[in-house]
């Protein structure tokens, strides 16, 4: 199974400021359980720190700090 994984950019300098859109990566697993555990894999890989990590109506949204 396959899902976007949609980030949205929070900044640790300016933290009430509004999330800025991110780019779209896409995920797969077996499950979709699996489907929140290998994004969150792959956003640590990354250097993001993550906010928050959920799914939404079509994708999975994911609010991070980019890595510095």
Do not use: H
């Not at 509004?18 to 699996?34: N, R």
């Amino acid at each position: 199974m396959r899902s976007a994984l949609q980030l949205f950019l929070v900044s640790s300098a300016t933290p009430t400021a509004p999330p800025e859109p991110g780019p779209t990566l896409e995920v797969e697993a077996k499950t979709e359980d699996a489907l929140l555990q290998v994004a969150r894999e792959l956003l640590l890989a990354k250097g993001y720190r993550i906010r928050a990590l959920s799914f939404g109506v079509k994708n999975i949204l994911a609010y991070v700090e980019s890595p510095a």
